[in-house]
């Protein structure tokens, strides 16, 4: 199984070392190469509505899963514990239904950001 080494800086580099990721929390962004070997850049945002970060003092973890549906691999894994654990393909079918709720999801949390935003402001 492998196994990704992180650093947390504030800047991500422009050159990623394959089998290392970055994480700036300033810019709430993680990055590494695809683990299949492409050389692909993987970006991951840290949001409430992309990827959440884990940090346990010795490994990180990011969830959802990593699918990147728009590289020619096409590879799907999860970052658990610093280790990569591969997920199988998905279908087209799979990654636009996935998509389609990616947007879902999205939009329910800036639409209730947005009422709570409204809400604070008419009783200020």
Not at 26 to 44: D, F, I, L, P
Not at 50 to 57: A, I, K, P, V
Not at 91 to 103: F, L, N, P, Q, W
Request: net charge positive; with cysteine.
């Amino acid at each position: 199984m492998m196994t990704l080494q992180h650093e947390f800086v504030e800047f991500i580099p422009e050159k990623i070392p394959y089998g290392k990721i970055f994480i700036s929390i300033k810019y709430k962004t993680a990055a590494h190469m695809c683990v299949c070997g492409c050389n692909n850049k993987v970006v991951t945002p840290i949001t409430p509505t992309d990827w959440q970060l884990t940090f346990d003092g010795a490994s990180i973890s990011l969830s959802p899963s990593i699918g990147n549906w728009n590289f020619e691999c096409k590879s799907h894994y999860w970052i658990i514990k610093s280790q990569i654990r591969y997920s199988y393909l998905w279908t087209e079918k799979e990654i636009t239904a996935g998509r389609k709720k990616d947007i879902k999801k999205k939009k329910k949390f800036f639409f209730k950001r947005k009422r709570k935003d409204n809400g604070s402001n008419e009783s200020g």
